[in-house]
């Protein structure tokens, strides 16, 4: 395997991206990983390693900055805030992400997708959007709320959300609201739901359910497959 960081620029923001790749030659599917709300850390690479380990190229992209990372509950809420709060900062950001994506030698530029994991699922939500031209994208727990005073492009991506049905961030009217979105979208849709299944699920170090958030070893895995299979589907 063959791993790199990849430094680039949202406007005067210095930004880095971990990538990896199998090592060998070819141009391959490249799948963009977005993180959760403490910054890019060790979780995203891992995912990012895995997915080369598919036979794709990973990259954990960076929303916040070089080095940036939050150390706790309020330090993250800081650092997440000021992108739910201009949603259209976020997209920039996203599409700065996936335009240096598409500059590496490794990447097949039509094959492109990006999952997300909490603040992560929102963020490849908003990427879908955007327009932006890729194959599809998966939220892991994400966030579902569109952005209110952001004006959304004709969704060309594919979208698989990966839900826990006891959710506290995302109740049923929420996934209820992006169904009725992307329907009216005409956008190809789907939601998983796990049942017994807190927000988190795919993060060993979550064991806070009195915040509602818990790792689940078996949705974890589940989850990871549904995306295998919606990956072989949307690159085939």
């Not at 990983?33 to 990012?48: L, M, P, T, V």
Request: hydrophobic share 40%.
């Amino acid at each position: 395997m063959a791993t790199r960081t990849v430094e680039y620029h949202d406007g005067d923001t210095l930004l880095e991206g971990y990538l990896a790749h199998d090592g060998k030659g070819g141009k391959k599917p490249a799948v963009l990983i977005a993180h959760a709300w403490g910054g890019r850390d060790s979780f995203e690479c891992q995912k990012a390693e895995a997915l080369a380990e598919l036979g794709y190229v990973g990259f954990a992209l960076d929303n916040y900055g070089k080095g940036v990372l939050g150390t706790s509950m309020e330090e993250n809420s800081a650092l997440m805030t000021p992108f739910l709060e201009d949603r259209s900062v976020l997209r920039r950001r996203l599409l700065a992400a996936l335009d240096t994506v598409r500059q590496q030698e490794e990447v097949d530029t039509n094959r492109i997708a990006a999952i997300g994991f909490c603040f992560g699922g929102l963020c490849v939500l908003d990427l879908a959007r955007s327009g932006a031209d890729v194959k599809g994208v998966v939220s892991f727990h994400g966030l579902f709320g569109a952005a209110e005073n952001l004006p959304n492009a004709p969704i060309k991506a594919k979208i698989l959300a990966l839900h826990g049905h006891d959710d506290p961030m995302v109740p049923p009217e929420s996934v209820l609201a992006l169904e009725t979105e992307m329907t009216e979208a005409g956008a190809d849709w789907q939601v998983h739901a796990y049942g017994h299944t807190s927000h988190a699920f795919t993060n060993p170090q979550a064991n806070m359910p009195e915040n509602g958030m818990m790792y689940s070893s078996n949705v974890d895995k589940r989850s990871w497959q549904a995306m295998q299979n919606f990956l072989a589907e949307i690159f085939a």
